[in-house]
């Protein structure tokens, strides 16, 4: 293969912080680099260096075998890098059309020439072999065609290096299959791609290479014959992780029921799903996509409205209509989507900390009581280990795993004794997720009760005391840890709902 780019001794510090130390990998014209490590690896810091939203400190650049100077995005764009983020840059009223040739619209004196960008458009779609429509409205897509209007944003600048970060972080397994048919095709045209990805079930998938980042540092690259995730996984965090590790049991099959479920139904999906939840336990939901777990969640808390539903905590028969509802009664809901319903990502660290238990640090005038609010949400920090340099600091500037540990203490602060998480380590590294793992079992282990509800089944299994397998809105099986497997649970997951075990 022909090399395409080569990085070699990139440094780049911030106050306090360094990010990168003689950081060096090379990618080859059609060919994939799969770029992994933990969250503060350097990741990021490296790719807006690439793509010019930072200037390095030291090092060089080589594109074509030349030395380049990116000193800004423009620059970046000319010299035929782009990159995707994981948080896509789209405007939903606009057209596909519009949307990739945002700012650059072929123009009659102050006309947009409408046709022809539409025209230009379909050329595009049609050389990259992206399906799509220049006149849908982009608001009309489902997240995985998004991606795909990015893609084409991306190659519309004449993109030699092509840089996706978690590109199939929203994707359903059938997108995901669409997208890397889309990279292979991308590959073949000659195109280098740099492939960030927290999911190293992909790394066989789609890597030629994988190169590893720890703590701002080039640890090793592996070609796709070496590639063991093991040895991948050691790499990133610096220490062993038994993927293949299962919970202990606790004998929780003689604790007391903290919430029982019975004759839950929803017009659209669920049809009498039931269930008990026991002190101490963790109980896993797993099924395919829209097989109605989070649907389940959704109902138990108020935040749907549900049909013929019984519900009982700790033995009491109780009527949930809102979220208000079940947070009274000591239920915490963590949403799969912690930055839209788990978090005031402006605010700083303290204030979502005390989010959900205001009412606990407020006077008889409902004026906040500052101090026992601050030393709670210091007291959380310092347990929950949450990497943040105050309890002030902006929520959006911390980690994936670390805004994660601020969802969980909010909810410990309320003193929740019921927790229902819904995909909890979406989106975090491999070493941020043991932390959270060894979070949940310190919390069952205290006492807490846990639903917590995965497209994972590893970490279902890793973290389950019993499953409980969903398919069609229906519960399909209940099964022990002991077992279950991943081919039982897929085996029950892809029942028509109505056989159930």
């Avoid at 072929?106 to 046709?115: A, C, H, I, L």
């Avoid at 909890?424 to 590294?429: F, Q, S, V």
Wanted: proline fraction near 3%.
């Amino acid at each position: 293969m022909t090399q395409l780019l080569k990085v070699s001794g990139i440094s780049k510090s911030f106050p306090g912080v360094q990010a990168l130390k003689d950081v060096q990998f090379e990618l080859n014209r059609g060919e994939v680099l799969t770029l992994v490590g933990e969250n503060g690896a350097g990741k990021s810091s490296l790719m807006k260096i690439l793509s010019g939203i930072y200037t390095r400190d030291a090092g060089s650049i080589l594109l074509d075998g030349e030395e380049v100077v990116i000193d800004g995005p423009k620059a970046a764009q000319r010299l035929g890098i782009s990159i995707i983020h994981q948080e896509m840059n789209l405007m939903p009223h606009l057209t596909v059309a519009q949307n990739i040739f945002v700012g650059r619209e072929p123009r009659f004196g102050p006309f947009m020439r409408e046709r022809e960008l539409n025209r230009r458009a379909d050329e595009l779609l049609k050389e990259t072999g992206i399906h799509l429509k220049s006149r849908d409205l982009v608001s009309s897509l489902t997240v995985a065609k998004q991606q795909m209007v990015e893609i084409a944003k991306a190659l519309s600048f004449n993109a030699k290096v092509l840089i996706m970060d978690e590109p199939t972080y929203a994707l359903t397994e059938s997108e995901t299959d669409t997208l890397f048919h889309l990279i292979a095709s991308l590959k073949a045209s000659g195109t280098g791609i740099i492939y960030i990805s927290h999911r190293m079930e992909e790394l066989s998938r789609i890597s030629d290479r994988v190169t590893v980042l720890r703590d701002g540092q080039y640890i090793g690259t592996l070609e796709k014959d070496e590639l063991d995730i093991p040895t991948v996984i050691e790499m990133m965090v610096g220490r062993h992780i038994d993927a293949g590790a299962r919970p202990t049991a606790r004998g929780s099959e003689n604790a007391d029921v903290m919430l029982k479920v019975e004759g839950l139904s929803t017009r659209s999906l669920l049809k009498n799903v039931g269930f008990e939840l026991r002190r101490g336990e963790i109980l896993g939901f797993a099924g395919l996509m829209g097989a109605g777990r989070t649907e389940v969640a959704r109902a138990i808390i108020g935040a749907d409205p549900s049909e013929g539903a019984i519900i009982h905590v700790e033995g009491k028969k109780v009527k949930i209509s809102n979220p208000s509802d079940a947070v009274a009664l000591g239920i915490g809901y963590l949403s799969e989507d912690r930055k839209q319903f788990g978090l005031l990502l402006e605010q700083d660290v303290n204030t979502n900390v005390l989010l959900a238990s205001l009412g606990d640090h407020a006077n008889s005038l409902g004026f906040m009581k500052t101090e026992p609010g601050k030393q709670k949400s210091r007291d959380l920090v310092t347990s929950l280990r949450i990497k943040t340099p105050s309890i002030f600091t902006t929520t959006k500037n911390l980690s994936g795993g670390n805004q994660q540990k601020v969802v969980i203490a909010k909810w410990l602060a309320r003193d929740c004794d019921i927790l229902i998480f819904d995909e909890p380590t979406r989106g975090i590294d491999v070493g941020a997720k043991e932390e959270i793992y060894r979070l949940l079992d310190q919390l069952v282990a205290g006492g807490k009760s846990i639903i917590m509800i995965s497209s994972e089944l590893p970490e279902v299994l890793r973290l389950s005391h019993r499953i409980v397998v969903m398919a069609g809105g229906r519960i399909t099986a209940v099964l022990d840890n002991e077992e279950a497997s991943q081919a039982k649970i897929m085996d029950y997951a892809t029942r028509s709902g109505d056989d159930k075990e």
